[in-house]
């Protein structure tokens, strides 16, 4: 009997700091936290290994500042 691993698959996060306005909509909604705010309040990928690329910081931010892409 064999067993099969599973794929752990892992996600970049670019925060375009331009268009961010520091509103931590991103850091609220993240469900695993990935991101903590950083001294302007605008999001920092502390912990960008635990995202699991649901969307929800790219998909509700209202600058468009976040895109998630696979590695």
């Known amino acids: 009997m064999t067993t099969k691993k599973k794929k752990t698959k892992f996600f ?3 925060i375009y700091r331009n268009w961010c306005k520091s509103c931590g909509i991103c ?6 936290q990935v991101y903590d705010g950083d001294d302007m309040g605008g999001p920092d990928a ?6 699991i690329g649901c969307l929800i910081c790219e998909l509700h931010c ?3 500042a976040i895109s998630i892409t696979a590695r």
């Open 12 to 14: 970049n996060q670019t």
């Open 27 to 32: 850091i609220s909604l993240c469900p695993k």
């Open 46 to 51: 502390t912990r960008p290994d635990d995202c």
């Open 62 to 64: 209202p600058d468009f």
